[in-house]
């Protein structure tokens, strides 16, 4: 076998091994079951897209991920290792990017916090901070505090932030609920080509059925009460993929239809 | 500042002015006796006295000496006490019956205690002073350890900083803001309980300038005391707003 097929295959078994793994993950909170048994494989490098009614679990399932809870019963694990608490590989993304971001430091402040807790030397800060704000499409705003920005804006800084600590792993808590249309469309084709070019595995949970196609390499339907997997579908469009041209794919029309009939099922 | 600022300030100067004006008109009149009432004028004149020959001078340095010290420890012991039992909920929950039962408790009724316990000493002064100052500070401190958002302690945890680096870079910039206003708050307190301890137990200062001076009936001498007693705890607010202007700019940045 040659070398170049050697790698091909030692690279196509890395991508077959989840990266993240949920085995039969059970979360019980305050008497209530809010997943269960909830068995699902992440691949490394995989846009993997989490929907469902509210109240269905799917934040709880992005922080089990996380390391912020652990499973009840059942495992999470990450490579392969039961994930006891977050680590500096995985980033996660709130929604609440008003809470999330330090109201006392700037822009180029919040940045820093990253990179002081991956004990970045003081002196390369300053060039890494302005490098990530070029990245998420905000130069020139080191030196305003959050307040001083628009919504899209601190979200786009709270993205910064994670990546500053050089995640492998995105996960993203419903990040543009928030945001208007406009907004909310420049930043999930600025998030797309952030991570696919880095092969950054992204969990992307969304009450959006339309991001989550157009985002996605695979999409998740939660069932409501407790929170279990309902639906799967591959997302076979092609990629970089375009805000009018995928939206008018007739396999994106496809997806949206089976997606929204899944949901209108579970909303009874 | 824009021109209904100005004004305000101006209408602000010509309102103490009137004030001092009645003053000067009241002893004028002679509608108080002058032996109990001095005018603006004669105690000015004490003022400059008092400050030429030195006596003064010391007074007010071993009062703002009083202040600042018992000030400082109650800053300090406030804020890592407040620290301790805001950031834990169980701390919360045992400590706070006995800090309600403390808190309303008047200082002047525990300063029988400490002389009985330490005399008339300097040290009575500081421990008093800083008791009665530790409580604003404290309560706040607490206030603003409990309320740090928790979103915030999320993203520490998931940026794995260390509990020291939570505690210095999350919660206490966090809580500065309530911290500060009771720094402020208790520099008024710390205030009151240097003058009542340089009276009750004779410490050198303006408190026991103000007593000496009413007991032998220098009325001008009393109000000079009275006059820099008053210009004290305006001009260390003014300097605490300045302080907090400057720690919290954050805060006014987006309005």
């Known amino acids: 076998m040659s070398v170049v097929a050697r790698l091909i295959e030692a ?3 890395r991508r077959q091994k989840p990266l993240i793994a949920f085995n039969a993950a059970t979360l019980r909170l305050g008497g209530k079951t809010i997943i269960e048994n909830l068995d699902l494989q992440v691949r490394p490098g995989e846009f993997l897209c989490i929907v469902g009614a ?12 996380a390391g912020l809870y652990r499973p009840t019963s059942g495992a999470v694990t990450f490579e392969g290792e039961e994930i006891t608490e977050p680590r500096r590989e995985v980033a996660i993304v709130f929604q ?58 601190q979200q786009r800084l709270q993205i910064a932030r994670c990546l500053a600590q050089e995640p492998t792993t995105l996960l993203m808590d419903e990040p543009f609920g928030a945001l208007d249309a406009m907004t909310r469309q420049g930043l999930q084709d600025e ?4 991570t696919q070019a880095s092969e950054t595995t992204v969990i992307f949970v969304t009450h959006d059925l339309d991001e989550a196609i157009y985002l996605g390499d695979r999409v998740i339907g939660l069932l409501p009460h407790p929170g279990r997997i309902g639906i799967e579908l591959d997302v076979d469009l092609p990629r970089p993929r375009d805000q009018l041209a995928t939206r008018e794919h007739p396999e994106f029309l496809r997806l949206r239809r089976q997606l929204f009939d899944f949901i209108k099922a579970t909303e009874h | 500042m824009n021109r209904a600022a100005i004004l305000w300030r101006v209408a602000s100067v010509l309102v103490a002015a009137g004030f001092i004006a009645a003053w000067q008109l009241v002893t004028n009149l002679k509608l108080v006796s002058p032996v109990f009432l001095p005018g603006p004028d004669r105690a000015w004149a004490a003022l400059v006295r008092g400050f030429s020959s030195g006596d003064l001078a010391g007074k007010l340095i071993g ?25 834990s909920k169980m701390m919360r929950a045992y400590v706070a019956p006995s800090l309600e039962f403390l808190r309303p408790l008047p200082v002047s009724a525990i300063i029988p205690v400490a002389i009985a316990m330490l005399g008339l000493t300097q040290g009575m002064a500081l421990f008093v002073i800083a008791f009665g100052a530790i409580w604003p500070i404290m309560l706040a401190t607490i206030h603003g350890f409990a309320a740090v958002e928790p979103r915030l302690y999320e993203v520490a945890r998931s940026l794995q900083m260390s509990r020291t680096a939570i505690i210095g870079k999350i919660a206490l910039p966090s809580a500065l803001p309530d911290i500060l206003a009771g720094m402020r708050l208790s520099l008024t307190v710390a205030l ?18 103000v007593l000496l ?8 001498d009393l109000f ?29 940045a987006a309005r």
């Open chain 1, 11 to 13: 690279r196509a078994a």
């Open chain 1, 54 to 65: 509210s109240g269905c679990g799917k934040t709880t399932a992005l922080r089990l991920a």
């Open chain 1, 96 to 153: 609440d990017y008003g809470k999330a971001l330090l109201p006392w430091r700037t822009a180029a402040g919040n940045i820093s916090l990253a990179l002081e807790a991956s004990r970045v030397p003081a002196r390369e800060r300053g060039a890494r901070i302005e490098a990530l704000l070029r990245k998420v499409g905000l130069p020139g705003h080191a030196d305003k505090y959050p307040t001083e920005m628009s919504g899209g804006m």
């Open chain 1, 191 to 194: 998030v797309l080509s952030l």
């Open chain 2, 63 to 87: 009062t703002l000496e009083h202040m600042t010290y018992g000030w400082f420890a109650a800053s300090i012991a406030g804020i890592a006490l407040g620290a301790l039992i805001g950031s």
């Open chain 2, 192 to 209: 009151i309980l240097s003058v009542v301890c340089e009276i009750l137990a004779g410490l050198d200062g303006l408190g026991h300038w």
């Open chain 2, 213 to 220: 001076s009413a007991r032998a009936f220098r009325s001008a």
């Open chain 2, 224 to 252: 000079a005391g009275v006059i820099l007693l008053g210009a004290t705890g305006y001009l260390t607010s003014i300097a605490m707003s300045l302080v907090e202007q400057r720690l919290l700019a954050w805060q006014t």
